[in-house]
């Protein structure tokens, strides 16, 4: 079939397998869907996009199952069935998977093209930090620590507010609930932040909080092919994150910018990047200077917006992998919005409870228009309900807990 921005014919004959994520892998379903192309997908049980009609078949992992233990049996057992699926990581955590199997899988899948190291220090966030300096691209202050005693001589040394930040954010976030523990203040409370990680086997390190608004983030995605060549530029920005400073945007924009983009190919092509690539920024203004933050190999919660804004990402990274002409688009709708209004409302509340935002500039700032929700769609309305489901029963179990 023929698919906006393409020169040729799509050959959708390869399917493709969807390893974890959440509202990325629920658009991606949805997308090739629509466009023809057979979509498996195997996850946890906030893998929305498995109870998607766009979904063929669903593998879900059972509670209490290591996710690689069963992704391994899946996939690297004797039934072939999924042999020449073109095979996505969706999640952190599926990508640490296809690194650790990576031979075995290339043997038998449609892989995403990467270089294993990169990658891998693409996950390690400290390890981001230290390659943008090396390749001229500003970032905040950060210090290494691997020891208790490591965080104690750290006294009078660090600039707050700061961040106790994970090096592997998938496993911080699955032992502690959250990204990151951030301190205003206060350096007896860093060593206790820091010393719960450390004690729990984690590795961390304490990055300088730039300071500002979450309105100040910005985002550049590209794919690199094997000549090194960007098949395309696209940027957005945040408006809100919740919770505030520090939790999932909740509220982005469409919009070109162009320093963010030439910031971001400068980090991937002194890196020597290859395949997909989400860069974010956040502009400090106490010099001015657009700062990197993290780096995704993988398509991103805000994956709907760029679909729907006419940026077919996914498109061109299936066609890159099964040596089709990628569709062409040198531009994408600007002002176009992703936002959950309640997530959004309560980031509201606690930026009033700053006095950072009045109820009627709340109201103000919102998109009435030519906004969409990552999840709830009416044409596919089960995942909506998932994620509602999931949502209650996750609140229920918190308050018995505490009774």
């Avoid at 399917?15 to 629920?26: D, I, K, R, S």
């Avoid at 020597?272 to 920024?281: D, K, S, Y």
């Avoid at 176009?336 to 500039?361: C, I, N, S």
Wanted: hydrophobic share 40%.
């Amino acid at each position: 079939m023929k698919h906006r921005g393409m020169t040729s014919t799509l050959d959708t004959a390869l399917p493709v397998l969807l390893l974890g994520g959440e509202a990325n892998t629920l658009e991606v379903a949805r997308h090739f869907g629509k466009t023809g192309i057979a979509v498996e997908i195997s996850g946890g049980s906030d893998t929305w996009g498995m109870a998607s009609w766009h979904c063929r078949r669903a593998y879900p992992v059972p509670s209490g199952t290591r996710t690689h233990d069963f992704w391994r049996a899946l996939l690297l057992a004797d039934d072939h069935s999924h042999d020449g699926h073109v095979l996505f990581a969706m999640c952190d955590d599926a990508i640490d998977f296809v690194l650790e199997n990576e031979a075995a899988l290339r043997d038998r899948y449609r892989l995403e093209k990467f270089d294993g190291q990169l990658r891998r220090e693409m996950l390690d966030k400290q390890r981001t930090l230290e390659l943008a300096g090396k390749v001229g691209v500003p970032a905040p202050a950060y210090w290494p620590v691997e020891t208790a005693a490591d965080v104690a001589a750290l006294a009078g040394k660090l600039t707050f507010p700061v961040m106790v930040k994970p090096i592997h954010s998938h496993l911080f976030n699955h032992h502690f609930g959250r990204k990151l523990f951030i301190v205003e203040d206060s350096f007896d409370e860093v060593v206790a932040r820091a010393n719960e990680a450390l004690e729990a086997g984690l590795e961390i390190q304490i990055v300088e909080m730039i300071p500002g608004p979450d309105n100040l983030l910005s985002s550049y995605y590209t794919y690199i092919d094997d000549q090194g060549v960007p098949l395309f530029h696209f940027t957005k920005r945040v408006e809100r994150r919740y919770p505030v400073n520090s939790g999932g945007a909740v509220y982005h924009e469409t919009v070109w910018l162009p320093e963010t983009a030439e910031m971001g190919l400068r980090f991937l092509r002194g890196i020597g990047w290859r395949g997909l690539a989400n860069i974010e920024f956040k502009r400090d203004t106490r010099d001015g200077k657009l700062k990197i933050i993290e780096v995704n190999a993988r398509f991103t919660a805000a994956h709907r917006l760029l679909v729907r804004s006419g940026a077919p990402i996914d498109l061109v990274a299936y066609c890159d992998l099964t040596g089709q002409p990628a569709p062409v688009f040198t531009s994408y709708a600007q002002h176009m919005y992703l936002w959950q209004p309640v997530h959004d409302f309560r980031a509201f509340l606690q930026l009033r409870a700053k006095g950072e935002l009045t109820f009627g500039g709340w109201l103000a700032s919102l998109p009435w228009r030519r906004a969409m929700n990552p999840i709830f769609s009416l044409s596919d309305p089960m995942p909506g309900v998932a994620r509602l489901r999931h949502s209650l029963a996750r609140q229920w179990a918190v308050r018995l807990g505490r009774g």
